[in-house]
């Protein structure tokens, strides 16, 4: 399974909807329910689903979804090297 893939089905399940297809553009006001509460279960939830952990650095950076996408990839291309 692609990380982008992976990432949405972690998005539908923290969300509890099975209709949203993440897009790099896509914000917490995009999705019905992101609010602080649901973005720490969400970062909680790509943490545990991709075996990594962010720091309170890197999160303060994320913009998007695509900001997001693109630190998992980052940190799972540094894990296999």
Same mark, same amino acid.
């Given at each position: ?14 969300? %509890? ?17 992101? !609010? ?10 790509? %943490? %545990? ?8 650095? %890197? ?7 695509? !900001? ?14």
């Amino acid at each position: 399974m692609k990380t982008a893939e992976k990432l949405n089905d972690i998005f539908r399940t923290v969300f %509890e909807n099975d209709e949203i297809n993440i897009c790099p553009e896509m914000t917490a006001g995009d999705i019905d329910g992101w !609010d602080s509460l649901s973005h720490v279960n969400l970062i909680l939830a790509v %943490e %545990e689903g991709f075996s990594i952990r962010f720091t309170e650095r %890197e999160l303060l950076t994320f913009k998007n979804v695509g !900001d997001l996408l693109r630190n998992i990839e980052n940190k799972l291309g540094a894990a296999g090297s």
